[in-house]
């Protein structure tokens, strides 16, 4: 069996527990973390967690993080500039993260996502360089009433997360689901 197949199982199997309705924001984080070299695969199996979702009872949205940094770069006055200067950005970064946040309440308000949802976060690897994940998910956490899943291709190892296996990494207090654990 596939690792992704592996990961959807662990999920599955997690999702269907009954959630608590007092969890705090942070608690109602799920990271399912898989090896980057498995992004097209898991893009390919996301309706399998979408099944899995419904199947224990939930609401299933999906906000996609890939393309949002090209967007908002383009919508910049200067966006040609930073291109040539691309050292001049990182003053700008702060607003790239009140961008996208603002994009997920804009998505969850339309989309009318309440608390028996899962609102999964995909495109996560293209935050890399711009933006740590942490921050983001400190900012969509108390934005979404039921759980938020980040696909996250990286790797977690005691309680430590690292983004494409780039980063130093961080504590971090979410919900780990892997393909090798069991739940």
């Known amino acids: 069996m596939s690792r992704i197949k592996r ?6 199997k997690y999702i269907a527990v009954p959630w608590r309705d007092d969890a705090a924001a942070l608690q109602r984080v799920i990271f399912c973390v898989y090896n980057e070299t498995e992004e097209r695969w898991l893009r390919a199996k996301i309706d399998e967690f979408e099944i899995v979702t419904r199947q224990a009872g939930h609401d299933w949205a999906i906000f996609d993080l890939t393309d949002t940094f090209a967007i908002w770069l383009a919508s910049q006055r200067y ?3 930073y291109f040539q200067k691309p050292h001049l950005l990182s003053t700008l ?14 998505f969850l308000r339309e989309n009318e996502i309440g608390k028996d949802s899962v609102v ?3 495109g996560v690897g293209s ?10 998910v400190d900012q969509f956490a108390p934005l979404v ?3 938020l899943l980040i696909f996250f291709p990286g790797s977690y190892e005691n309680n430590n ?10 504590n971090y207090l979410a919900v780990p689901i892997t393909a090798d654990k069991e739940f």
């Open 7 to 12: 990961l959807i199982q662990s999920y599955g």
């Open 79 to 81: 966006a040609k500039s």
């Open 93 to 106: 970064l702060p607003k790239y993260l009140a961008f996208i946040t603002e994009e997920l309440a804009t």
């Open 120 to 122: 999964a976060i995909t």
């Open 127 to 136: 935050l890399f360089g711009f933006q740590k994940v942490k921050e983001v």
């Open 145 to 147: 009433k039921g759980r």
């Open 161 to 170: 997360y690292r983004l494409l296996d780039g980063y130093d990494g961080w």
